[in-house]
């Protein structure tokens, strides 16, 4: 498996090696979209691609957003690059997808 490139600013990620942490994180240089920080190599890179999945429905509003998601406060959520649409609340990146998948329907 190949990291995706942004699905926000087409630009290839960086891959972060975080020392203390032992974790190793996929990130957008441009826009600082990113995928999990995780201990499993295999896991950081596929969360990535979880988050850059060009596949997922865009929003059902006036722009058709593209889906971004983002990580705060240990919840992952997602929210709509073209209007106020936010869905947070989510402990893993499959539940944010989920989330926005229904939020779509
Ligand atoms: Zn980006
Ligand atoms: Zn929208």
Redesign the pocket.
Known sequence: MSALP??????A?ERRHQVESGRVMWI??????RGEAHPVEARALSSWNLVNDADMPAHTCKANGVARFFSSGGQWGSRCAGCDFVDHGYATIEGARAGWARAVR
């Open positions: 942004c699905l926000h600013c087409s630009v990620p957008c240089p441009v826009c600082n979209n």
